[in-house]
């Protein structure tokens, strides 16, 4: 299982790794899209790593329609965030820093479906993901999009 | 390093999608006005010649600010602070082949900074450093597509470009 560490730069430990994110609204901008973690039953935004030949908007649009089946389009880019002070740990014992871009992102087909990584999907509003057990920075990455600036917040 | 750099410069290659062929690296860049905002300060590197922005890559255990901070000190002596955020540059079609043949799809996250202290001088990495107009830095053919971090830079919008 992904394990997560926090700790004075304990990034150093792995090696840098790029993530993006996407946080996709309902129509009236209330509820925002989460799908729940097979692995751990963790609530999370689709996200994943940003492979070699592929732009970070389409590494953005990619992972959001393998993990949900929306396809979507990127309309701005509202968070980077970049952590030195956590570590991920993956199953087959490789270690990264992740960073991540968190993109707003707006729907342009596609239904939504589960996956093999996930066992819920659904759209909710900011009191319930309050409550629920969601990765830290993600939630965060859910606030900036809502605070609506135009200018990236660096995390 | 240098004999080897001389013979075989650091070069960036354009091609269909030939960025798969690379290892992913995440780079930063910094723009970094002159009082009047009239200039940008360029620096030219050691490897190849070019003139390009002060940036590297963003190492394990620093956050990508501070990798930038770091970078713009190391290259030019001077202390930045970053201001913004300006850009994301990820062009599938470009690779970096270095002097040792490793090849890199390096995606670059632009800032601009602004100086809070420090004075100009040279590295190991670069022969020059100086500030030029605005208007000749972003004719010129920088290293790694440079000058299009400066014009989006300019282009008035308050939004980070996604490239």
Known sequence: MTQILYGDRIGRQGNIRLGCSAVLFDVNREKVLLTRRADNGQWCLPSGGVEPGESVSEACTRETLEETGLRVRVT????IFSSPDRLVIYSDGNQFQIITLNFEVSEIGGKPVLSDETTNIGFYCILEIETMDILPHHKQFISDTLAG????FIR | ?????????TKVVYGDRIGKEGKLRLGCSAVLFGK???TVLLTRRTDNGQWCLPGGMVDPGESVAEACEREVFEETGLRVRVVKLTGVYSNPNRLTIYPDGNKAFVIVINFEVEQIGGKLRLSDETTDA???SISEAVQMELFHGHAEHIRDLLSGNSAATIK
């Open chain 1, 76 to 79: 701005r880019l509202t968070s």
């Open chain 1, 149 to 152: 600036q135009d200018a990236t």
């Open chain 2, 1 to 9: 390093m240098q004999p080897l750099s001389a013979k075989n410069p």
């Open chain 2, 36 to 38: 009047d905002r009239q």
């Open chain 2, 130 to 132: 100086q500030f030029f």
